[in-house]
């Protein structure tokens, strides 16, 4: 492209102008990208803290009959395995919450500390 006078009268030379755009399109396109993946990677830490207290709860629930400690226990040691930690778990009547914190990527620290809330009991109105 040859240099053209601009409305001023100024020459104005638009060389490497393509290149500059293509740099700044292809780094908005890598903040998108990454954007996407934290947003991945945190709603996935969410979804498995989630399962975690879900499972943690079903299992205490299921050994209420043993005793509410180790019910809990239990629950305790389903929420370690899930790579979680049970936070508190009470007892409501014949029904059991849990309370579980996730193990956030390490990437993902600085926003926060996935946590669950889960209750499982028998259902109610029995079978029909």
């Known amino acids: ?46 979804h498995r803290t989630e399962a975690a207290a879900d499972l943690a709860a079903l299992t205490a629930a299921s050994r209420l009959l043993t ?29 059991v919450v849990v309370h579980v914190e996730g193990v956030p990527p390490p990437l993902l620290v600085r926003l926060g500390v996935p946590r669950a809330t889960a209750r499982a009991g028998p259902a109610l109105g029995g079978v029909r």
């Open 1 to 46: 492209m040859s240099a053209r006078p601009g409305v001023l009268g100024v020459l104005r030379d638009e060389r490497g102008s393509a290149t500059i755009m293509g740099l700044a399109a292809a780094a908005v396109v890598l903040l998108a990208f990454t954007s996407a993946l934290y947003l991945v990677a945190a709603t996935a830490a969410r």
């Open 67 to 95: 005793g509410a400690e180790q019910a809990c226990a239990t629950a305790g040691r389903v929420a370690s395995r899930m790579a979680a930690r049970m936070t508190r778990c009470e007892l409501d009547g014949w029904h």
